[in-house]
């Protein structure tokens, strides 16, 4: 800009919707500063111009290499940097564009602000929360992962347990799609008739059984939520799975035993701690002629009373 600069092109500056500054080359001091960068630092430009821009850098690294990048570039654009508001000295985070000019006669640097506190706050609080989750996951005792489903099928993020759980490192199944799929994939693709259909999430929790890398066999309990993009679209799928090996071991052998009791050659009989009757096999209604639902709830001094088959 040639020195001089006719009343007309300050008054356009002054008047720009965005922050603007122009400071001298050689000692960054503030020439030009309009209303909207007062208002930005709660400020009168009156007091901005004069002072050196060093004054509200954070980190005068940042000058250097925005330096550094005008010279090597000719031009920067939107170089984020922390600042302080010139009025309370509170931290404020701006993305910058600059270039060189002439004004009043001097070399100068004009620079375009626009506040990004709030976006760099929201990324911090993000970050936050992620590394929370992060930190739970880690030490979970469940199995905790995202599969993905765009742009292919993988696995995103597994827990550690996993190796506990499957036998499987992280890095196993990571790099390996067909172990991620075998771990994730019957849950989003193999629906059973206590879930959701594909594309949907699991409305109840789905119990399926999982072979470890040694061979055995883990049961799992699967809860998952689905992930849709921008557009809508399905993307991804977040689940934990709860080893419930255990209890379906447990059930099992409830399983055993119970058919050994209707299999069992001996009359049985089961009572509560009141001493009412809460269950008789076969062979004890064959021996005294009694339905179970005659007998249930019960004293088993009705047998006393001389009725039974022989």
């Given at each position: 800009?040639?020195?001089?600069?006719?009343?007309?092109?300050?008054?356009?500056?002054?008047?720009?919707?965005?922050?603007?500054?122009?400071?001298?080359?050689?000692?960054?001091?503030?020439?030009?500063?309009?209303?909207?960068?007062?208002?930005?630092?709660?400020?009168?430009?009156?007091?901005?111009?004069?002072?050196?821009?060093?004054?509200?850098?954070?980190?005068?690294?940042?000058?250097?290499?925005?330096?550094?990048?005008?010279?090597?570039?000719?031009?920067?654009?939107?170089?984020?940097?922390?600042?302080?508001?010139?009025?309370?000295?509170?931290?404020?985070?701006?993305?910058?564009?600059?270039?060189?000019?002439?004004?009043?006669?001097?070399?100068?640097?004009?620079?375009?602000?626009?506040?990004?506190?709030?976006?760099?706050?929201?990324?911090?609080?993000?970050?936050?929360?992620?590394?929370?989750?992060?930190?739970?996951?880690?030490?979970?005792?469940?199995?905790?992962?995202?599969?993905?489903?765009?742009?292919?099928?993988?696995?995103?993020?597994?827990?550690?347990?996993?190796?506990?759980?499957?036998?499987?490192?992280?890095?196993?199944?990571?790099?390996?799609?067909?172990?991620?799929?075998?771990?994730?994939?019957?849950?989003?693709?193999?629906?059973?008739?206590?879930?959701?259909?594909?594309?949907?999430?699991?409305?109840?929790?789905?119990?399926?059984?999982?072979?470890?890398?040694?061979?055995?066999?883990?049961?799992?309990?699967?809860?998952?939520?689905p992930i849709y993009d921008g557009q809508g679209k399905l993307a991804a799928f977040q689940g934990?799975?709860?080893?419930?090996?255990?209890?379906?071991?447990?059930?099992?052998?409830?399983?055993?035993?119970?058919?050994?009791?209707?299999?069992?050659?001996?009359?049985?009989?089961?009572?509560?701690?009141?001493?009412?009757i809460e269950y008789v096999n076969p062979k004890f209604c064959q021996v005294t002629g009694y339905t179970p639902e005659e007998v249930k709830g019960k004293?088993?001094?009705?047998?006393?009373?001389?009725?039974?088959?022989?």
């Open positions: 800009m040639p020195k001089g600069v006719p009343q007309p092109a300050r008054d356009l500056l002054a008047r720009l919707p965005i922050p603007l500054a122009i400071t001298r080359m050689s000692d960054g001091v503030i020439l030009f500063a309009n209303a909207e960068l007062g208002r930005l630092h709660r400020a009168k430009v009156s007091q901005l111009i004069g002072r050196p821009i060093q004054e509200l850098y954070m980190n005068l690294e940042d000058r250097q290499q925005l330096l550094d990048l005008l010279a090597r570039d000719g031009k920067v654009r939107e170089f984020d940097l922390q600042t302080r508001r010139f009025g309370d000295g509170a931290p404020l985070w701006v993305s910058i564009s600059v270039a060189p000019i002439h004004f009043e006669g001097e070399a100068a640097l004009c620079a375009a602000v626009v506040d990004i506190t709030a976006r760099k706050q929201a990324e911090q609080a993000l970050r936050e929360s992620e590394a929370q989750f992060r930190l739970l996951a880690e030490n979970a005792q469940d199995l905790i992962f995202r599969y993905e489903l765009l742009p292919y099928p993988h696995l995103s993020y597994v827990s550690p347990s996993a190796t506990r759980l499957t036998g499987y490192k992280p890095e196993e199944l990571y790099g390996d799609p067909a172990l991620a799929a075998m771990l994730a994939a019957p849950g989003v693709l193999q629906r059973t008739d206590q879930g959701a259909q594909p594309g949907q999430g699991l409305a109840r929790p789905v119990e399926l059984s999982l072979r470890r890398k040694d061979g055995s066999t883990v049961w799992f309990e699967l809860r998952n939520v934990i799975a709860r080893d419930i090996t255990e209890r379906k071991q447990a059930d099992e052998r409830l399983r055993m035993y119970s058919r050994a009791m209707e299999q069992s050659p001996a009359s049985i009989l089961i009572t509560n701690t009141h001493g009412d004293n088993p001094r009705i047998l006393k009373s001389g009725r039974t088959s022989h």
